[in-house]
C-alpha cells in the first residue's frame, strides 16, 4: 500500500473523528446547558454504540454488502439497524413529549444524532472490508 493511500485513510478517520466530536458535543449541550439542566437525552449514548453492531455481525458472516443479491442476515441486520436509529430519534422525543425534558434539548439530541449517524454512515461507507486499509498499521 502507498503512502498516499495511508495519508487518505488517516485523513478521513480525522475528519469521522472530528464530524463525531460535533455531534456529541451537540449532545451534551443538550444536557448541560443552564436552562435544560436534565441528563436524560445522554442515553443516545448507547443507541450509538449499538448502531454499528448489526453491520459489523452482517459483514463478519456475509462475503458480498454490495446489494447485489439479497441475504436473510443482511435484511435482518438492516432492520436492527434501523430500529435502533429511529429509537434514537424518538427518545428525544418522547421525552420532550412527557415533560422530562426541555424541546430546545430534545432539538439538541436530534441534530446531535444527525451528525453522529451520518458520521457512523459515512465510516462504514468510507472503510469498507474489500479495501485494503487496515486499522493494524496505527
Same mark, same amino acid.
Given at each position: 500500500?502507498?503512502?498516499?493511500?495511508k495519508?487518505a485513510?488517516?485523513?478521513?478517520?480525522?475528519? &469521522?473523528?472530528?464530524?463525531?466530536?460535533?455531534?456529541?458535543?451537540?449532545v451534551?449541550?443538550?444536557?448541560?446547558?443552564k #436552562?435544560?439542566?436534565?441528563?436524560?437525552?445522554?442515553?443516545v449514548?448507547?443507541?450509538?454504540v449499538?448502531? #454499528?453492531?448489526?453491520?459489523?455481525?452482517?459483514?463478519?458472516?456475509?462475503?458480498?454488502?454490495?446489494?447485489?443479491?439479497?441475504?436473510?442476515?443482511i435484511?435482518?441486520?438492516?432492520?436492527?439497524?434501523?430500529?435502533?436509529?429511529?429509537?434514537?430519534?424518538g427518545?428525544?422525543?418522547?421525552?420532550?413529549h412527557?415533560?422530562?425534558?426541555?424541546?430546545?434539548?430534545?432539538?439538541?439530541? &436530534?441534530?446531535?444524532?444527525?451528525?453522529c449517524?451520518?458520521?457512523?454512515?459515512?465510516?462504514f461507507?468510507?472503510?469498507?472490508?474489500?479495501?485494503?486499509?487496515?486499522?493494524?498499521?496505527?
Amino acid at each position: 500500500m502507498t503512502s498516499t493511500c495511508k495519508m487518505a485513510g488517516i485523513k478521513s478517520l480525522i475528519v &469521522l473523528a472530528f464530524a463525531l466530536a460535533c455531534g456529541l458535543t451537540l449532545v451534551v449541550l443538550g444536557c448541560a446547558l443552564k #436552562p435544560f439542566g436534565q441528563w436524560w437525552p445522554m442515553f443516545v449514548l448507547f443507541f450509538y454504540v449499538l448502531c #454499528p453492531v448489526p453491520t459489523v455481525i452482517a459483514r463478519k458472516y456475509t462475503a458480498d454488502l454490495s446489494g447485489g443479491a439479497s441475504n436473510a442476515l443482511i435484511e435482518l441486520c438492516v432492520f436492527l439497524t434501523t430500529g435502533i436509529v429511529v429509537s434514537a430519534f424518538g427518545l428525544p422525543l418522547v421525552l420532550a413529549h412527557t415533560g422530562a425534558i426541555m424541546w430546545g434539548a430534545a432539538g439538541l439530541t &436530534l441534530a446531535g444524532n444527525t451528525v453522529c449517524f451520518f458520521t457512523i454512515l459515512a465510516y462504514f461507507v468510507i472503510f469498507k472490508s474489500d479495501d485494503d486499509f487496515e486499522f493494524s498499521v496505527f
